[in-house]
């Protein structure tokens, strides 16, 4: 059957709703179940026993007799999980170098091209650095997309080494004062020793190049691959200082779940969410708003 809810949660929100349903009292069977729940909701383990031990603590010290009642302390204590403050933030520092990495696929370029497009319009000059030049297809798509947004690129031939065009990049940006970098970069995950290597050698240039850039390295994942991002997570953030997420193709997913685990068990922010393709989908994270969606009323 078809879930009835909608949202970030639904099939959560559904199995809350008939678990209220099932136990109508707030005792120690309801919360067993309600841990099951959690974890066949790409909640991870350590933080779905985090959040029944907080639960069983707030029935003891308030009360609660119905598992209605868990409603509201579900939500808070989602929202206090997600919410890393200022971390959920972009650093509001210029010029700011920003770095996407994630596996191809997950949404990389189209994140890049929402960011410069919300960059704009917020009146800060932007540039990309096409430095995926693994494919080809990849610079061409990020050029189309600097084309439509209004952007200047710096992008080298297919093959290139994606330091050398790192290098150029930061130099424009230099020249031109640009408050925005915006850098693209080759998802591969396969050789972990390679990658950890070529995003230090990336990582030197900038220092190097644009010493005085504040920096952020955001790790681009897709909702709808659930358990995946989460490795994904847990490999990328073994290789590179990540200062955030930017979690795409949310919408109709149901993997809410998965803000939770990357925020309690990885200290990782989800900064932005991806909400469609257009250039006005990508939105800021906001815990309250999000944890609201847990019971989709
Ligand atoms: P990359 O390989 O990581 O650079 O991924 P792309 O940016 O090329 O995106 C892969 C596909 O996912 C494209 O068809 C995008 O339009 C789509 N996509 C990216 N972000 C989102 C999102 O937030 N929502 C939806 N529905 N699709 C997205
Ligand atoms: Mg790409």
Known sequence: ???????????LAQKLDDLILMRPYADEATIDDLEEILIASDIGMDTTLKITDELR???????????DQLKPAIEEITKELVDKGEALKLKDQYPLFIMMIGVNGVGKTTSIA???????KNGRSVLLIAADTFRAAAAEQLTIW???????????????DPSAVIFDGCAAAKARGIDVVICDTAGRLHNKK?????????NKVIDREFPGAARETLLV????????????????SEVADLTGIVLTKLVGTAKGGIVITLADEFDLPVKF???????????????????????DE
């Open 1 to 11: 059957m078809e879930p009835k809810k909608k949202g970030f949660f639904a099939r």
């Open 57 to 67: 603590e707030r029935v003891r010290t308030d009360r609660l007799h119905y598992s």
């Open 114 to 120: 929402k960011l410069a497009h919300r960059f704009k």
């Open 146 to 160: 600097s084309e439509r947004v209004g952007v200047p690129i710096v992008k080298h031939g297919e093959g290139a």
């Open 194 to 202: 390679n990658l950890m290597n070529e995003l230090a050698k990336m």
């Open 221 to 236: 994942l897709d909702a709808t691959t659930g358990k995946n991002a989460i490795s994904q997570a847990r490999e990328f």
């Open 273 to 295: 969410i991806g909400l469609g393709e257009g250039m006005e989908d990508l939105k800021e994270f906001d815990p309250e708003s999000f944890a609201e969606n847990i019971f």
